[in-house]
């Protein structure tokens, strides 16, 4: 999927047409305008829900009550005044942005856009965040280097470090490939923008979903400087500032930014089984990111450069989350190592000992045993306290009742330090355009994770992977005089190199295990498309794009034990020369042309309506295994997609009332689909299968609505339907048959066929409202209420009821891999003093409190155990700004 061309400058003409003019200047723009173009765009995006309380009700419709009455007190004193229309005999004006992201809200092109004050309100501070405020945007994370997305249900739910992602993640046009490249904050940002859909043609980098774009605020030739902190319950605290200044008259000027977080963690380590004088607080954030620009543009030419040089340094103890045993109920002890938390113990004796009563059957076992039918009794209702423990856990709360408390024996670490450079540059040459970006990154990580959750040692890993990446992006483009037509084309190149070492550290009868590969990657995409307007009401898009892609992967060890190294010359020979080593490198060549065709229709100058056909790709994946249970490695085959797309924009009431919406339909082949393996005494292993074909459907509503000046209203509404048409995996099993013969070795098959696809909630639903009060004496108080509505979902292709036991039963309940519907609220009080030089912000997120979990992954075969990941719960802090 490639990246549309977004110009840094465009044109509004009087005729209701945007015009790209690159280099343009400002022609008759005052300090203020018309409403659609002077009133900010409105800020966003929270969550909904059934449980209102009273409080959260009474809220809003405060807001709601103040600005109306307000507004009539303004309009009462002002009657009779008039003021005379600034914009009179403006026959052109030309509007300085970032991106043009007001272009490409009104072309074929689904898209959720936010600028730095909606970023800030709504407590965004990395591209992770992005998810809980963008309907049909899922992000899930397993650390804090490791978020993975999902863009309308289409996505690669695979943490190891080699998967590149079907989302194309950029920032400040760079194409981010691999995931530990795409985790770092955002600061001193001018927008973000989420482009919704394959792309089939354009810059940047191949991807099958859609495409996040943040882009930094560039130096400006003149003086301006921030400085920003907050501080927060759990001793969260930010840094974060930037500064602005000319160098050289108006030819060169720079601009440096930074950004720390600090944060004690949220997971109470209790350390009664893991050990004393071990990390009480886990989960913490403790990371700083700097980021350095020069802008160069030479006097009387159509040129500019921009040079950027920046780094990102993490350094944070492991992430953990919440085990919960899952040996023939969910609740139970581990098979591995049979830990219990004592609190899901102490819940299964209530639950017990009540069924128990209710049966009679609650006297000692002697008596019972002399007793005819209790044991029979006692059992059945032991089943029962089994079965609504279980429900209790995986949807009722859910997890136990303390869900932010554990025993962790290893607090482990993550570690990462990223740098890298760009430059970007610009010319034009007559009526053509000329763009290039070349970008330089580099990482390096160590990570080492108690990822069984418990006191004891199960499965835990040490990781150490570095990886670099060279990448260049060249653009052309050019509207034509003696027709309405735009052309562009180009080409991208990307270069990347991956290094892995990982061990597993097992305990019980898990065996440990040995992976050590390299991954080099080499791609290029063409591209040519245009854009033709053959009648006034009517626009033609169309392209194409050409991708190839080379992958070369190199397993240099993969250890069952330190003297078995699959992948070693010799290996299972001795004794048996027949023997084959398995192979162990191998490379392979991929290619797909994709493409996009659209026709859009206005109606009038604020409202259009477009139908469009693209096509998508993402390139092949490399899995790494046990080569015991799995194959030593496997190849996931590139997938792609054809989606039919038709949407809406328009505006109505002077732009009071703003309208944007999307049906679409996608046709899946070769769907990439993450799988954690659960095989019987091997270590969990994540790896990407392909589903033979996959169906997705769906649309979207964003309704913007300002009744009266100030008052600002948003709601963005998502529905999905998701279904897996034919996907089939298995497991392998250990059926123990006596005490004195080996287990019997057995593939249990797994259909996962009409299941929906991981991470698609059927509905999502964020709002929020917002009024400012003003005054040019005392400032302004903007009070913000925001929720968040998401529906059902899984995070595993099972539905939600992971993998069957060793008879082909599905055992555990509904929403045990999964999170069931739940609401989240945001509020926020701002104050800005006249002049907006100060800003002062008290901030509450998760008002509630509500537990919930961003992941779940299931174990049971491997150890009894599924293991989950828990939401923040109820933060609040106040933050101060200073613009200078």
Same mark, same amino acid.
């Given at each position: 999927?490639?990246?549309?061309?977004?110009?840094?400058?465009?044109?509004?003409?009087?005729?209701?047409?945007?015009?790209?003019?690159?280099?343009?200047?400002?022609?008759?723009?005052?300090?203020?305008?018309?409403?659609?173009?002077?009133?900010?765009?409105?800020?966003?995006?929270?969550?909904?829900?059934?449980?209102?309380?009273?409080?959260?009700?009474?809220?809003?419709?405060?807001?709601?009550?103040?600005?109306?009455?307000?507004?009539?007190?303004?309009?009462?004193?002002?009657?009779?005044?008039?003021?005379?229309?600034?914009?009179?005999?403006?026959?052109?004006?030309?509007?300085?942005?970032?991106?043009?992201?007001?272009?490409?809200?009104?072309?074929?092109?689904?898209?959720t856009a936010f600028d730095a004050d909606e970023l800030q309100a709504l407590g965004v501070t990395d591209v992770a965040d992005l998810g809980a405020v963008t309907p049909n945007l899922q992000i899930v994370t397993a650390?804090?280097?490791?978020?993975?997305?999902?863009?309308?249900?289409?996505?690669?739910?695979?943490?190891?470090?080699?998967?590149?992602?079907?989302?194309?993640?950029?920032?400040? +046009?760079?194409?981010?490939?691999?995931?530990?490249?795409?985790?770092?904050?955002?600061?001193?940002?001018?927008?973000?923008?989420?482009?919704?859909?394959?792309?089939?043609?354009?810059?940047?980098?191949?991807?099958?979903?859609?495409?996040?774009?943040?882009?930094?605020?560039?130096?400006?030739?003149?003086?301006?400087?921030?400085?920003?902190?907050?501080?927060?319950?759990?001793?969260?605290?930010?840094?974060?500032?930037?500064?602005?200044?000319?160098?050289?008259?108006?030819?060169?000027?720079?601009?440096?930014?930074?950004?720390?977080?600090?944060?004690?963690?949220?997971?109470?380590?209790?350390?009664?089984?893991?050990?004393?004088?071990?990390?009480?607080?886990?989960?913490?954030?403790?990371?700083?990111?700097?980021?350095?620009?020069?802008?160069?543009?030479?006097?009387?030419?159509?040129?500019?450069?921009?040079?950027?040089?920046?780094?990102?340094?993490?350094?944070?103890?492991?992430?953990?989350?919440?085990?919960?045993?899952?040996?023939?109920?969910?609740?139970?002890?581990?098979?591995?190592?049979?830990?219990?938390?004592?609190?899901?113990?102490?819940?299964?004796?209530?639950?017990?000992?009540?069924?128990?009563?209710?049966?009679?059957?609650?006297?000692?076992?002697?008596?019972?045993?002399?007793?005819?039918?209790?044991?029979?009794?006692?059992?059945?209702?032991?089943?029962?306290?089994?079965?609504?423990?279980?429900?209790?856990?995986?949807?009722?709360?859910?997890?136990?009742?303390?869900?932010?408390?554990?025993?962790?024996?290893?607090?482990?670490?993550?570690?990462?330090?990223?740098?890298?450079?760009?430059?970007?540059?610009?010319?034009?040459?007559?009526?053509?355009?000329?763009?290039?970006?070349?970008?330089?990154?580099?990482?390096?990580?160590?990570?080492?994770?108690?990822?069984?959750?418990?006191?004891?040692?199960?499965?835990?890993?040490?990781?150490?992977?570095?990886?670099?990446?060279?990448?260049?992006?060249?653009?052309?483009?050019?509207?034509?005089?003696?027709?309405?037509?735009?052309?562009?084309?180009?080409?991208?190149?990307?270069?990347?190199? $991956?290094?892995?070492?990982?061990?597993?550290?097992?305990?019980?009868?898990?065996?440990?295990?040995?992976?050590?590969?390299?991954?080099?990657?080499?791609?290029?995409?063409?591209?040519?498309?245009?854009?033709?307007?053959?009648?006034?009401?009517?626009?033609?898009?169309?392209?194409?794009?050409?991708?190839?892609?080379?992958?070369?992967?190199?397993?240099?060890?993969?250890?069952?034990?330190?003297?078995?190294?699959?992948?070693?010359?010799?290996?299972?020979?001795?004794?048996?020369?027949?023997?084959?080593?398995?192979?162990?490198?191998?490379?392979?060549?991929?290619?797909?042309?994709?493409?996009?065709?659209?026709?859009?229709?206005?109606?009038?100058?604020?409202?259009?309506?477009?139908?469009?056909?693209?096509?998508?790709?993402?390139?092949?994946?490399?899995?790494?295994?046990?080569?015991?249970?799995? +194959?030593?490695?496997?190849?996931?085959?590139?997938?792609?997609?054809?989606?039919?797309?038709?949407?809406?924009?328009?505006?109505?009431?002077?732009?009071?009332?703003?309208?944007?919406?999307?049906?679409?339909?996608?046709?899946?082949?070769?769907?990439?689909?993450?799988?954690?393996?659960?095989?019987?005494?091997?270590?969990?292993?994540?790896?990407?299968?392909?589903?033979?074909?996959?169906?997705?459907?769906?649309?979207?509503?964003?309704?913007?609505?300002?009744?009266?000046?100030?008052?600002?209203?948003?709601?963005?509404?998502?529905?999905?339907?998701?279904?897996?048409?034919?996907?089939?995996?298995?497991?392998?099993?250990?059926?123990?048959?006596?005490?004195?013969?080996?287990?019997?070795?057995?593939?249990?098959?797994?259909?996962?066929?009409?299941?929906?696809?991981?991470?698609?909630?059927?509905?999502?639903?964020?709002?929020?409202?917002?009024?400012?009060?003003?005054?040019?004496?005392?400032?302004? $108080?903007?009070?913000?209420?925001?929720?968040?509505?998401?529906?059902?979902?899984?995070?595993?292709?099972?539905?939600?009821?992971?993998?069957?036991?060793?008879?082909?039963?599905?055992?555990?309940?509904?929403?045990?891999?999964?999170?069931?519907?739940?609401?989240?609220?945001?509020?926020? $009080?701002?104050?800005?003093?006249?002049?907006?030089?100060?800003?002062?912000?008290?901030?509450?997120?998760?008002?509630?409190?509500?537990?919930?979990?961003?992941?779940?992954?299931?174990?049971?075969?491997?150890?009894?155990?599924?293991?989950?990941?828990?939401?923040?719960?109820?933060?609040?802090?106040?933050?101060?700004?200073?613009?200078?």
């Amino acid at each position: 999927m490639g990246l549309r061309e977004l110009p840094d400058k465009w044109s509004i003409r009087r005729r209701g047409r945007a015009r790209l003019q690159p280099r343009a200047q400002i022609a008759g723009a005052g300090p203020s305008g018309p409403r659609s173009l002077a009133r900010p765009s409105p800020a966003t995006r929270g969550a909904i829900g059934s449980r209102w309380s009273g409080p959260l009700c009474a809220f809003p419709a405060l807001i709601v009550l103040f600005a109306f009455v307000q507004s009539a007190s303004a309009q009462s004193d002002g009657a009779g005044s008039a003021e005379p229309d600034p914009w009179a005999g403006v026959e052109e004006m030309v509007v300085e942005g970032a991106t043009g992201v007001g272009l490409l809200m009104q072309s074929a092109v689904s898209v959720t856009a936010f600028d730095a004050d909606e970023l800030q309100a709504l407590g965004v501070t990395d591209v992770a965040d992005l998810g809980a405020v963008t309907p049909n945007l899922q992000i899930v994370t397993a650390g804090s280097t490791t978020p993975i997305f999902f863009i309308r249900g289409v996505g690669l739910n695979d943490f190891t470090a080699n998967a590149s992602g079907a989302v194309a993640v950029y920032q400040d +046009d760079v194409p981010l490939n691999l995931p530990a490249f795409t985790s770092g904050p955002l600061y001193d940002i001018e927008d973000v923008v989420v482009l919704l859909g394959p792309q089939g043609s354009g810059p940047g980098r191949n991807a099958s979903a859609g495409a996040i774009r943040s882009t930094s605020r560039k130096p400006t030739g003149e003086f301006d400087a921030f400085l920003r902190t907050e501080y927060g319950n759990y001793d969260a605290k930010t840094f974060e500032g930037a500064v602005g200044f000319p160098i050289l008259g108006d030819e060169l000027a720079a601009r440096f930014a930074f950004k720390v977080d600090q944060r004690e963690g949220f997971m109470t380590n209790t350390g009664v089984i893991g050990g004393p004088g071990l990390p009480k607080n886990m989960n913490n954030v403790d990371r700083w990111a700097a980021r350095g620009m020069l802008r160069y543009r030479p006097a009387n030419t159509e040129l500019d450069f921009l040079l950027n040089v920046h780094g990102v340094r993490v350094d944070q103890l492991g992430t953990v989350g919440q085990p919960l045993g899952a040996q023939r109920f969910l609740g139970s002890a581990t098979t591995q190592e049979a830990y219990q938390a004592p609190e899901v113990a102490a819940e299964l004796t209530e639950y017990q000992t009540a069924e128990w009563d209710k049966d009679g059957v609650n006297i000692p076992l002697g008596v019972c045993r002399r007793t005819p039918g209790c044991l029979a009794l006692r059992d059945a209702g032991t089943v029962r306290a089994q079965d609504r423990l279980a429900r209790e856990l995986a949807s009722g709360r859910p997890l136990d009742k303390k869900p932010f408390v554990g025993d962790y024996n290893l607090p482990g670490h993550e570690r990462q330090e990223t740098w890298g450079a760009s430059l970007r540059g610009e010319a034009t040459v007559g009526t053509i355009s000329f763009v290039s970006v070349t970008g330089f990154e580099r990482y390096q990580r160590s990570r080492m994770l108690d990822f069984d959750f418990t006191p004891r040692t199960i499965f835990e890993f040490d990781i150490k992977d570095d990886a670099w990446q060279v990448t260049e992006d060249i653009r052309l483009e050019q509207t034509l005089d003696v027709t309405p037509l735009t052309w562009r084309a180009g080409g991208f190149f990307l270069a990347e190199e $991956l290094d892995y070492d990982q061990l597993t550290i097992a305990g019980g009868q898990v065996r440990p295990l040995v992976q050590i590969f390299t991954q080099s990657t080499y791609g290029f995409g063409i591209y040519s498309e245009f854009e033709w307007r053959f009648t006034d009401d009517f626009e033609l898009l169309a392209g194409v794009r050409y991708n190839w892609e080379y992958k070369e992967f190199d397993i240099e060890a993969i250890n069952l034990s330190p003297s078995q190294n699959l992948c070693e010359v010799g290996f299972g020979t001795i004794g048996n020369p027949s023997a084959v080593i398995p192979p162990c490198k191998t490379q392979a060549t991929f290619s797909d042309p994709t493409g996009v065709v659209s026709l859009t229709y206005d109606f009038d100058e604020s409202r259009s309506a477009y139908l469009k056909y693209s096509r998508g790709w993402k390139g092949p994946q490399y899995n790494v295994s046990n080569g015991s249970t799995r +194959d030593a490695f496997t190849l996931a085959k590139p997938e792609t997609i054809d989606a039919v797309e038709t949407g809406f924009h328009g505006g109505f009431w002077d732009d009071r009332i703003k309208l944007k919406g999307a049906l679409f339909l996608y046709r899946y082949a070769n769907y990439q689909v993450f799988v954690f393996t659960n095989d019987s005494n091997a270590p969990p292993q994540r790896i990407v299968r392909n589903a033979n074909s996959a169906r997705l459907y769906g649309a979207e509503l964003e309704t913007d609505v300002e009744p009266i000046d100030r008052l600002e209203l948003n709601v963005r509404f998502a529905w999905l339907e998701s279904k897996f048409l034919d996907f089939k995996d298995s497991g392998i099993r250990r059926i123990p048959i006596a005490p004195t013969e080996p287990p019997l070795i057995t593939e249990v098959p797994i259909d996962f066929t009409g299941n929906r696809l991981p991470n698609t909630p059927r509905f999502e639903v964020n709002g929020s409202i917002q009024y400012s009060f003003e005054s040019e004496r005392l400032g302004a $108080l903007i009070p913000r209420y925001e929720f968040r509505f998401m529906d059902d979902v899984t995070f595993d292709p099972s539905n939600g009821r992971g993998a069957p036991d060793n008879l082909g039963n599905i055992f555990l309940p509904k929403h045990t891999i999964g999170q069931k519907a739940r609401i989240l609220h945001n509020m926020q $009080l701002t104050y800005r003093a006249p002049g907006e030089s100060i800003e002062l912000a008290f901030w509450i997120r998760n008002l509630t409190n509500e537990v919930y979990k961003t992941l779940a992954f299931d174990t049971s075969a491997v150890a009894g155990l599924v293991g989950n990941l828990v939401g923040l719960p109820r933060t609040y802090g106040l933050a101060v700004k200073f613009d200078f």
